[in-house]
């Protein structure tokens, strides 16, 4: 398995859109815009298309539920026209406290909506008239004076990713989408996500290696592992204390499946409690390690081993330092990650001559 990288961005200052343009010309192969409660993910994206010519532009992730599936095809269809066809349409369905607290929506049959969802945005890049009958979506509204509509942009195929943690979700994802948004992965414990995408692949006459295969990791190159790892550690107490309710937190379910269920429900338990350091020392280093490429080129290469040996095909890599991070500093981690991309794929590619 080939393994590529994407980097995540924030292209809000010139030295942020600097490192996109450099990325490309080093041969990243795609770019990630988040969406929470900041800046939208598609106009950023639509800036970038006008500053680079290549590199494929992914929305990481849209959120499902703050537009019409319409509205989401139309915006889609927009950017991959304007950057000739470079558009990756990242969806999930983020959770209740963003759903229902910032956007005013019910959370409410996520796996369905996100069927019904790709369902319409297929129909309408297809160039077909869109008459659909959902559990959530009926289109047109029954009993109104709504018309079945056809897209006036040129049919097309729009890929379309899903960011899936949850089993029903990840078998959704094998049987629907181009491609996963994975996050919270270890490579060890792969087939905890690997297996469900697997099975909804074959549910429709399809295989993994149809997906691509992305999941989230952040990258630091230093001698000082165990502090590095800590690190990193420490940042998962906000995803696992605060991205979610104390019921609903779909990173604590995904890490409970692979084996830190006691540690998690602690963390979670200190942060609701107020006491955040007390929750951030509490993160296993293991997870900060596990989930990310730290360490010396040795041991970042041999962690990639285990990402390609999965079966993983690219890794959106968030550079040391984040947005305040010094420029040449993380195009030199950057191309350091590649090239040891490049030593991997090499040793694939090698084992299959011989």
């Known amino acids: 398995m080939t393994l590529r ?5 924030a292209p809000f200052r010139p030295e942020a859109v600097e490192f996109v343009r450099q990325a490309e010309r080093l041969g990243v192969d795609s770019v990630w815009c988040p ?19 290549t590199v494929k532009l992914g929305s990481g992730i849209a959120q499902l539920g703050a537009r019409t599936p319409a509205m989401l095809a139309m915006t889609a269809q927009s950017l991959h026209a304007l950057s000739g066809g470079r558009c990756l349409l990242g969806i999930g369905t983020s959770g209740p406290q963003v759903m229902e607290g910032w956007h005013g929506v019910t ?6 909506r996100t069927r019904e969802t790709i369902e319409i945005i297929r129909t309408i890049t297809a160039g077909e008239r869109l008459d659909y009958h959902g559990e959530i979506y009926e289109l047109p ?7 079945a509509i056809r897209s006036l942009m040129p049919p097309t195929h729009l890929p379309v990713y899903i960011a899936s943690l949850g089993p029903a979700n990840l078998r959704l994802t094998g049987e629907l989408a181009d491609g996963w948004i994975g996050t919270s992965f270890l490579p060890e414990t792969a087939d905890v996500f690997l297996d469900h995408i697997r099975e909804g692949a074959v549910s429709a006459g399809r295989d993994l290696t ?3 295969l992305t999941v989230a990791v952040g990258v630091e190159f230093t001698d000082d592992v165990e502090a590095a790892s800590r690190r990193h550690a420490d940042g998962y107490a906000f995803t696992i204390g605060a991205m979610g309710s104390a019921g609903t937190n779909f990173y604590n379910n995904a890490f409970e499946r692979q084996g830190y269920g006691d540690d998690i429900r602690e963390v979670q338990r200190l942060w609701l409690a107020g006491d955040k350091d007390a929750a951030r020392r509490r993160v296993p280093t293991a997870i900060g390690l596990g989930t990310n490429l730290i360490g010396t080129d040795d041991l970042v290469r041999d962690r990639l081993r285990l990402y390609r040996d999965a079966g993983i095909t690219t890794l ?12 040449d500093r993380q195009l030199g981690d950057l191309e350091r990650l590649l090239d040891l991309v490049c030593q991997v794929n090499d040793e694939a590619t090698g084992a299959k001559i011989r």
């Open 107 to 112: 959370f409410d049959k996520p796996v369905r």
């Open 316 to 327: 959106r890599a968030n550079l040391h330092g984040g947005p305040d991070a010094d420029l």
């Open 5 to 9: 990288v994407g980097i995540g961005a």
């Open 210 to 212: 149809d997906l691509d």
């Open 35 to 53: 969406e929470f409660w900041a800046g939208d993910a598609f106009t950023p994206l639509a800036y970038l298309a006008a500053c680079t010519s």
């Open 141 to 147: 509204l029954p009993d109104s004076q709504g018309r």
